[in-house]
Structure formats: structure tokens, C-alpha cells
């Protein structure tokens, strides 16, 4: 999105717009608007903190092209046209890009990369425009896209490609494509693809001719727009407004029926009254609860102060629900172990499958009872050791419970439950194991216990949030303190031995192993911390 100069004299500038805006504006309009806003110099630009795990997204992405770039290349030499990028962005040199990349299209071109259209109101630069081999001199919109399954917001930046084609008179393939990241090309109707790409258009372009003809930035909370509540632009909103996103469990159904009610923010919903007699529905009560929790207006069972990453001073606290489940924990046993899987879902093999379970984490108990509990890592760097990994857990497992016939193994979400049947298939290992342990209830999701016993005072019941309950002093330090931190740590260590820096590989997977050890002993202490609470006597 940007702005030319108008045709006509005096005039303001008109806007030109992309398919990528297209795209956000169909998941957050309210982002769409801010970054128009920007444009128009109504606010400043937004400054964000940088994604390292989107940037290396992107970054493959942007490898994943080149090699759909590169195989056109060997299939057609120089029946491949590659179109530089405008210099600038102005509509003369907009207007000589696309015709330039019109008269590479009717020279019979063989694939043209990087095409640009313009129409005085759209700009966009297709991946590929490839002719279709069955002499009818038509041309297939080619999208790469790293994702596994073709999206929807992919597909409308085809549709939008392929309208350009045939508003310039170029035979259109009926079909576009997507080249998925594992090579596999995903092939979908143009005609059931325009009426969705029309609507989207209009809603756009009305949309931004009605802000732009007033006078002020977007509004958060402007019910005519649309808002995801999750970018980093609805995000820094949630946090000003004190939005009711900021309560936990939260669900934008609920949010909407709220706001309708005259409740905005995270106080007036702790502040409300429920309906006298039990009228209230249960979901209602639980959310007004946990943001008084949040709030500080209920009363805590307890209480821990710390210092979070900022070096602020913070306390965090709990509340333990009446209908707790608590006691459903089972008994401790000397063999528990305690499980948590490091995952790239950006790693690929050489046959194009996605995903690496690089690390299977487990924490014993001590032997004595000031001992430091064992570790032990499985670790896989191929889809070969994944495998072995799979295979040496189950045996681990195996033949720790025929030693304590009792235990189990805790994690907390359902992560680990879903990789250990996911990977037993994939591998064909030990799915029969796997079904046992799953069904047979030595899995035990700590979460489920948490959600379903525990009002905390933070916004999310991530395990990180809980530490500072149970973990005391031993707060997480190091550069890796989160999950997608390990995956990016990950690919660096993946690079740093790549290029023979041993020395950096190894203290990089050094500290993804303290993480994921760290991991593990949360949720040991978690469990602990959840049997003392369950032992405490009601009231």
C-alpha cells in the first residue's frame, strides 16, 4: 500500500494498493487502517520488537522461491523472464514495469518471474506466470508458499494475479496454483476464486475511501472494522485499552457479546455484577473471576513476589477453585518422569517433509531428597534419529516401568501426547507402546489439572506464567527462555555445524539442552506444587 501522484492536478494522491494488503485487511482490518494511517502520516510509524521465528520463515521462504525459480530455469533456459523491481514507485515507472512484463507474455514467454501489474489503483509482482504446455498459449498463476496446506489468504493473492491477466487480454489458465514447501503443487479453480477475491476488493477499497475521507486515525474499538486482537498492532491496543483480550480464556465470541453489553475492559468486567440467584452462565462467572483475579480484587490463597525479565518487581498469585480436581492427581511414585519434545517446525528433510522432534527432555526424581533430579536427553538432528529417539525412549520408558510398575509420566499441555502418536506412526515404532501408555492413563497432562483447579493473576496459564508460584529463586535465565526461541537457537546450531564452527554449535545446543532440562523440572515442581495444594485442607 502506497501512494502516487493523482492524475488529476491538485487532487490528493491516490492509493495503490497489493494483494498482501488485500490479505491483511481479511485478517485485521484494524491493521490494515493503522498502516494506512502511517501512510497518510496520521500517527507514526509502528516500531515492533523483530520475530526471529517469522524472519527465518520468511528467509526460507524466500530460499524455497529460488528453487522453484531454479527448477524453471533448468526445465526452460532462457524461456524464463525475469523481471527486475521498479526503481521506484511512481506511475510512470509502475506503468513501463508492467509493460514490459505484458511484452515478455505475448513474446510466448515460457514462465515469467516476478511479473509486476499495475492499473493505477493495484500494484503486484506474481512468483511465476507459467504457460501451459498444452499449446494454447495460456498462462497458470504460480504462487511458492512454504506452508504445507494452501490457505486461504493465498489463494485470494492468486485470484488477484490472475483478474490482472485477464483485464490485460492474456489467455488465463481456469486453474492457479500454489508450489507448496514440500515441492507438492496444489492446483485450485480460478472461478470459484474471483467472487471471493471481488468481495474482499470492495469491502477494501470502501473501507479505505471512508477513512480516508476523515479526518483521524482508526479507533481501537470502532465496531465498523474489524480487529484480530492477536498482531502486534491489536496487541500494544489490547494492552492501552486494557481491552478484554487482556483476561485469560477470553474468546472474541464472548468479547463481542460483552461489548454489546456496555463491557469494554478487563476492570468493568471485575467489577461486575453477576445476576443475582445463580442466574449467570458458568463460562461468564469463571471469566469475571479470573479477571478480578487479574485485577487484584480477589482475594489470592497465596502469593509469590519476583522479578520478571525487565527487572521489574511483580506478584503473581493463585486462587484454588472450589470444584478443583485436585485429588484426581495420582499418587507420586520414585519412577515418575517427567517428559518435555523441542520442536523446528521449519525443518525439512531431503524428501520435503516438514518438522523435527529434535529433543525428548526427561527429568527423574533425585535419588535422595536434596539430590538434583537426572536428566536425560534424546536427542535427533535427521529424520533417521528421530526415529532411533523415538525407539531408545519407548525402551527407556519400557524398562523403567517394569522397575516402578506405577509410574507416570507428567507434561504439561498436549504437545507431547500429540508428537509421541504422531511420530509412533510416521516411524512405525512402537505404536502399539504408544497406544498403551496413552490410553492406559500413564500420561498425565498437568494443564488439564491447572485449567480446571487453579484462578492464577496473569493472562495466560502457560507454564511459564506459573513458574514464579513454584520455582522460587530458580527462575528461567539464559538465551533460550522460550519455545520459539529454541526453534531459532536451533537453526543456528544447525548452521554453526553446518559450517564446521563446532565449538558454536556446541554451546548453542548446550543451552538448548538447559532449556528443555529446565522444562522438565518445571513441570516436576509443578506437579509437587500442585500435591501440596491438593493435600491443604479445604477452606
Request: proline fraction near 4%; charge should be negative; charged fraction near 25%.
Amino acid at each position: 500500500m502506497f501512494l502516487v501522484d493523482s492524475e488529476t492536478a491538485g487532487a490528493e494522491p491516490d492509493l495503490v494498493y497489493t494483494a498482501s494488503d488485500l490479505v491483511i485487511a481479511a485478517g485485521c482490518e484494524y491493521q490494515m487502517l493503522r498502516k494506512l494511517d502511517e501512510k497518510l502520516g496520521r500517527c507514526p510509524v509502528a516500531q515492533f520488537p523483530v520475530d526471529e521465528l517469522q524472519a527465518r520463515a520468511a528467509a526460507l521462504g524466500d530460499a524455497h522461491e529460488q528453487r522453484v525459480l531454479q527448477g524453471f530455469r533448468d526445465r526452460f533456459g532462457a524461456g524464463v523472464v525475469e523481471i527486475q523491481p521498479a526503481a521506484e514507485y511512481t506511475r510512470e515507472v509502475l506503468a513501463a514495469k508492467r509493460e514490459e512484463s505484458l511484452a515478455a507474455l505475448r513474446s510466448g514467454a515460457d514462465v515469467v518471474f516476478q511479473a509486476c501489474f499495475f492499473d493505477g489503483s493495484f500494484h503486484g509482482r506474481s512468483d511465476f506466470l507459467v504457460k501451459e504446455d498444452d499449446g494454447g498459449g495460456r498462462y497458470a498463476v504460480y504462487d511458492s508458499k512454504l506452508a504445507r496446506h494452501a490457505k486461504a489468504t493465498a489463494l485470494l493473492q492468486l485470484a488477484a494475479y490472475a483478474q490482472q491477466l485477464l483485464q490485460a487480454g492474456i489467455p488465463t489458465s481456469p486453474t492457479v496454483s500454489l508450489v507448496l514447501g514440500d515441492g507438492v503443487r496444489s492446483g485450485h479453480g480460478l472461478a470459484e476464486l474471483l467472487p471471493e477475491l471481488r468481495d474482499r476488493r470492495n469491502r477494501f477499497l470502501q473501507i479505505t475511501a471512508e477513512h480516508r475521507a476523515q479526518d483521524r486515525p482508526v479507533r481501537w474499538g470502532d465496531s465498523r472494522y474489524t480487529a484480530c486482537g492477536r498482531c502486534d498492532y491489536c496487541a500494544e491496543q489490547v494492552r492501552e485499552h486494557r481491552d478484554l483480550l487482556l483476561v485469560a480464556k477470553m474468546n472474541a465470541s464472548r468479547r463481542r457479546k460483552l461489548i454489546a453489553a456496555g463491557i469494554s475492559t478487563i476492570d468493568e468486567l471485575a467489577a461486575m455484577e453477576l445476576p443475582a440467584g445463580g442466574a449467570a452462565d458458568s463460562a461468564l462467572a469463571g471469566l469475571r473471576d479470573q479477571a478480578r483475579m487479574q485485577t487484584g480484587l480477589q482475594r489470592p490463597d497465596g502469593t509469590a513476589s519476583f522479578t520478571d525479565r525487565h527487572g521489574g518487581l511483580r506478584t503473581a498469585g493463585y486462587r484454588v477453585l472450589p470444584s478443583n480436581t485436585l485429588a484426581e492427581l495420582p499418587q507420586p511414585d520414585p519412577g515418575d518422569i517427567f517428559l518435555d519434545f523441542e520442536s523446528d517446525p521449519l525443518w525439512q528433510d531431503g524428501a520435503g517433509g516438514w518438522g523435527l522432534e529434535y529433543l525428548c527432555g526427561v527429568v527423574e526424581n533425585p535419588s535422595h531428597p536434596h539430590g538434583h533430579p537426572p536428566f536425560r536427553a534424546f536427542w535427533a538432528h535427521s529424520r533417521e534419529e528421530e526415529a532411533r529417539a523415538l525407539a531408545g525412549f519407548l525402551d527407556y520408558v519400557a524398562e523403567r516401568r517394569r522397575r516402578f510398575p506405577h509410574l507416570r509420566i507428567y507434561h504439561y499441555a498436549n504437545y507431547e501426547q500429540a508428537a509421541l502418536r504422531r511420530l509412533s506412526r510416521q516411524h512405525g515404532i512402537g505404536e502399539e507402546a504408544v497406544d498403551a501408555l496413552l490410553d492406559g492413563g500413564i500420561l498425565v497432562d498437568l494443564y488439564d489439572t491447572v485449567r480446571r483447579s487453579l484462578l492464577i493473576s496473569e493472562s495466560s496459564y502457560s507454564i511459564k506464567k506459573l513458574e514464579p508460584l513454584y520455582m522460587g529463586t530458580s527462575l528461567r535465565t539464559g538465551d533460550v527462555t522460550d519455545a520459539g526461541a529454541s526453534v531459532v537457537a536451533y537453526a543456528r546450531y544447525c548452521q554453526a555445524r553446518d559450517a564446521g564452527r563446532l565449538d558454536e554449535a556446541a554451546r548453542i545446543l548446550a543451552g538448548i539442552s538447559d532449556y528443555n532440562e529446565y522444562d522438565c523440572r518445571s513441570t516436576r515442581e509443578l506437579r509437587n506444587w500442585l500435591l501440596r495444594l491438593a493435600a491443604r485442607p479445604a477452606g
